[in-house]
């Protein structure tokens, strides 16, 4: 079993789009009272993170959630994932702050993952400006992953036309084979706008009347949830 699961795990490094995003989330539930220590303690973190290479957000989710808070990692590519995963293996910095954090701490880790993004061309910085978003977390079945990425395709020329920036991923470490569709907008007020327009756009109405009325669907939506960028560090 073990050489079993090794072997499923290199597949899975191995099999990581070498040009695309990389991204780690971290899901984090305040204890407490501890809300903004918790915080904190992230944006800590962060100033550790984006000195060693990533690119941070912290994000507070909201509908469809208990408003846990995201701690977030891009990387660029598969390269600057690997450079900046072994400078933290071996920075002091992060070694004390793990230490402080753990001897007084303000939430638990509720889970983690690592997505690669299926767009080459998107990255890390790509997020700055974009302060809200929505994610449906999709499950394809079984040997249809590649129908499923072929709507994302689909769906995403329609949401980008109506002024919602789009990007898929796919789970790695910590996931399944499940796909993340993640759509971000400039403000709450800009997700209402995109929104309002998808609701008479053509395109969409006869996109959504297609997968309705299919018998065999090539996926199940699993969760749907929407949250706010609280900070970004680069």
Not at 99 to 108: F, I, N, Q, T, Y
Not at 116 to 125: E, P
Request: aromatic share 10%.
């Amino acid at each position: 079993m073990k050489s079993l699961n090794y072997g499923m795990m290199l597949l899975c490094v191995l099999s990581l789009p070498v040009r695309s995003e990389i991204v780690e989330v971290y899901r984090w539930e305040p204890y407490a009272g501890k809300n903004m220590a918790l915080i904190e303690a992230m944006q800590e973190a962060a100033d550790i993170h984006t000195n060693l290479g990533a690119t941070v957000q912290i994000n507070r989710l909201d509908i469809g959630t208990s408003q846990q808070i995201d701690y977030v990692m891009r990387f660029d590519d598969l390269a600057a994932w690997g450079s900046a995963k072994t400078k933290m293996a071996s920075s002091q910095d992060w070694a004390e702050f793990g230490v402080r954090a753990s001897s007084d701490p303000s939430g638990k880790l509720v889970e983690s993952l690592l997505g690669t993004n299926l767009d080459q061309t998107t990255k890390a910085s790509d997020f700055a400006d974009k302060t809200v978003f929505s994610v449906f977390i999709w499950d394809p079945a079984p040997g249809r992953g590649l129908e499923l990425q072929a709507g994302f395709a689909a769906a995403e020329m329609i949401h980008e036309t109506n002024g919602a920036k789009v990007d898929s991923y796919l789970e790695s470490f910590g996931g399944s084979d499940k796909l993340h569709y993640v759509m971000s907008f400039d403000s709450w007020e800009h997700m209402a706008e995109v929104q309002a327009k998808l609701t008479s756009d053509p395109a969409w109405i006869e996109f959504q009347g297609v997968n309705a009325s299919a018998t065999d669907p090539a996926a199940d939506l699993i969760m749907s949830f929407t949250g706010t960028t609280l900070m970004n560090f680069d």
